[in-house]
Structures are given as C-alpha cells and as structure tokens.
C-alpha cells in the first residue's frame, strides 16, 4: 500500500505559479509511473502529467504543456508540480497518484487507467 500526501494549494492570481509537492509513503513503494490528476467543480476528473520512475520520463496533457513542469526527487519520494502562467481553467483539486499499468507507461492515457493510489488532494483556486 502507499500513502500520498499533496500539499503546496493556494489561492494565486491568473498568471502566476504554484509549486505542489507529493511524498509516497508505504511499505512497498513499487510504481511504474507517478503523478497528477485533477477535478473541476461539477467536472469529469482528468489526468495532468506524471513521470515514468524507470526513466524519468516525462508526460503531460496538452493543456498544460509548456506551463507545467513535473520532476521528482527519489531521495526523498517526492514529486513536484511547477505550475506556472496559471489560468482560471485550471482551477480544481489536484490528487497525486501512482501508477501500475498492466502494459507499462508510454502516455498519459496509460497512467490514468493505470492508477491504483492516490492523496486527498490539494485545491488550486486561480481567481482575480
């Protein structure tokens, strides 16, 4: 089992950036891939970016490509969200998870279908 533990939300005007942080925590730390999904008030849930542990490769969905940066620190079972140029789109409660698809990861599609754990969340409201 791992425990996933987000912080890092906030309140930030449109434009500007937020840093989430996740640490895992578990007997058996064992994933494929680790990340980021979110849900908008009265929304379908949606995958964000995650990185692939073998590699660490990285993947994001388009929306948030060329403003999000994901990374990680092993050292310290951490994962990171750069969240920069903010919209208000992107407002939502932001969940970390990880990641065990049966076929490996080689996309986001693939992470989120593959997800087996996941946080509480963290709420990034971007609002003027």
């Known amino acids: 089992q791992v425990q996933l533990v987000e912080s890092g939300g906030g309140l930030v005007h449109p434009g500007g950036s937020l840093r989430l942080s996740c640490v895992a925590s578990?007997?058996?730390?064992?994933?494929?891939?680790i990340g980021w999904f979110r849900q908008a008030p009265g929304k379908e849930r949606e995958g964000v970016s995650c990185i692939r542990v073998s590699d660490d490769r990285a993947y994001y969905e388009d929306f948030v490509k060329g403003r999000f940066t994901i990374s990680r620190d092993k050292s310290k079972n951490t994962v990171y969200l750069q969240m920069d140029s903010l919209k208000p789109e992107d407002t939502a409660v932001y969940y970390c998870?990880?990641?065990?698809?049966?076929?490996?990861?080689?996309?986001?599609?693939?992470?989120?279908?593959?997800?087996?754990?996941w946080g509480k969340g963290t709420l990034v409201t971007v609002s003027s």
């Open positions: 998870a990880t990641s065990v698809p049966v076929d490996g990861i080689a996309s986001m599609s693939d992470f989120y279908y593959g997800m087996d754990y």
């Open positions: 578990g007997p058996n730390l064992d994933y494929d891939a």
